[in-house]
């Protein structure tokens, strides 16, 4: 992954939910150009955190056997805009995965406010269905726990996370 919209996980439970921080700045380049004179988050890249958010859950609640792609989003709604200085929660809870594929209900939060809403289909892909040089074990595990999500994650049963690579 080359792009992170997410900034890190405040909380995760294998198998059944996780939620990651957004903080949106000015400092975003992307902001300048959409709009001008009107710097808003673009819907698409909401979208992209929270399908972030999502698939780490799916890919990490199938012990990473398969590749997790983002192939469908069936419905969302958003509120209102977010505008740089604004901090999003993202939430996403798996409520169906197989071999194949996997769903999450997502919401996205500015405080209290409902900001978005909806729901997020993910493909799961075997290492043959794959380039080996767009998913990387090793650049998927980075980023982990560059978000921090071996700090907060927790397995099913409520016991803590651990980074597969520590000793």
């Given at each position: 992954?080359?792009?992170?919209?997410i900034?890190?996980?405040?909380?995760?439970?294998?198998?059944?939910?996780?939620?990651?921080?957004?903080?949106?700045?000015?400092?975003?380049?992307h902001?300048?150009?959409?709009?001008?004179?009107?710097?808003?988050?673009p819907?698409?890249?909401?979208?992209?955190?929270?399908?972030?958010?999502?698939?780490?859950l799916?890919?990490?609640?199938?012990?990473?056997?398969?590749?997790?792609?983002?192939?469908?989003?069936?419905?969302?709604?958003?509120?209102?805009?977010?505008?740089?200085?604004?901090?999003?929660?993202?939430?996403?809870?798996?409520?169906?995965?197989?071999?194949?594929?996997?769903?999450?209900?997502?919401?996205?939060?500015?405080?209290?406010?409902?900001?978005?809403?909806?729901?997020?289909?993910?493909?799961?892909?075997?290492?043959?269905?794959?380039?080996?040089?767009?998913f990387?074990?090793?650049?998927?595990?980075?980023?982990?726990?560059?978000?921090?999500?071996?700090?907060?994650?927790?397995?099913?049963?409520?016991?803590?996370?651990?980074?597969?690579?520590?000793?």
């Amino acid at each position: 992954m080359r792009w992170y919209w997410i900034d890190r996980f405040i909380d995760f439970e294998s198998g059944k939910y996780a939620k990651s921080i957004k903080n949106v700045s000015l400092a975003e380049s992307h902001l300048h150009d959409h709009f001008p004179a009107y710097p808003v988050m673009p819907h698409s890249l909401i979208i992209e955190g929270l399908a972030q958010t999502g698939g780490l859950l799916a890919c990490q609640h199938g012990g990473f056997r398969s590749k997790v792609v983002l192939a469908k989003v069936p419905r969302m709604t958003f509120h209102f805009p977010v505008l740089p200085g604004d901090t999003l929660i993202y939430t996403t809870e798996l409520v169906h995965i197989t071999e194949d594929g996997s769903r999450v209900a997502a919401t996205s939060y500015r405080g209290d406010e409902l900001q978005a809403e909806g729901e997020i289909v993910f493909a799961h892909l075997r290492d043959d269905q794959a380039s080996a040089d767009q998913f990387d074990d090793s650049t998927l595990l980075h980023m982990m726990r560059m978000l921090r999500l071996f700090e907060v994650g927790r397995n099913p049963d409520g016991s803590p996370m651990k980074d597969p690579d520590a000793k």
